[in-house]
Nanobody, 123 residues
Framework: VQLQAYGGGLVQAGDSLRLSCAASGRTFSSYAMGWFRQAPGKEREFVAAIGWSGVSTYYADSVKGRFTVSRDNAKNAVYLQMNSLKPEDTAVYYC?????????????????WGQGTQVTVSS
């Protein structure tokens, strides 16, 4: 499967942004999906995950209450709605897929990575 994240940009603190990830392949609906991010000089970190049905979702503590992950299996897409953005949210955001379980996404076990999209939040 191929993943392509898009929707990043330059925003001000407090603004909102919605990232999208388009996936190819007929088995997308069976994959657990995740969003990760990497800030300059830092390791890539987990942001959010969603199970194949969309019922189960998990978030990093740093984004809980501000970010919402969702998916539309009919469109082979997963989304990350980011509200109340902070300068520390500045990073390249990646979408990722796991063929087996959301628990593996939470352990950073990923089968497919997408290209990242840059999010920059100015203060």
């Amino acid at each position: 499967v191929q993943l392509q994240a898009y929707g990043g940009g330059l925003v001000q603190a407090g603004d909102s942004l919605r990232l999208s990830c388009a996936a190819s392949g007929r088995t997308f609906s069976s994959y657990a999906m995740g969003w990760f991010r990497q800030a300059p000089g830092k390791e890539r970190e987990f942001v959010a995950a969603i199970g194949w049905s969309g019922v189960s979702t998990y978030y990093a503590d740093s984004v809980k209450g501000r970010f919402t992950v969702s998916r539309d299996n009919a469109k082979n897409a997963v989304y990350l709605q980011m509200n109340s953005l902070k300068p520390e949210d500045t990073a390249v955001y990646y979408c990722a897929a796991n063929r087996r379980s959301i628990s593996e996404v939470l352990r950073n076990v990923i089968d497919y990575w997408g290209q990242g999209t840059q999010v920059t939040v100015s203060s």
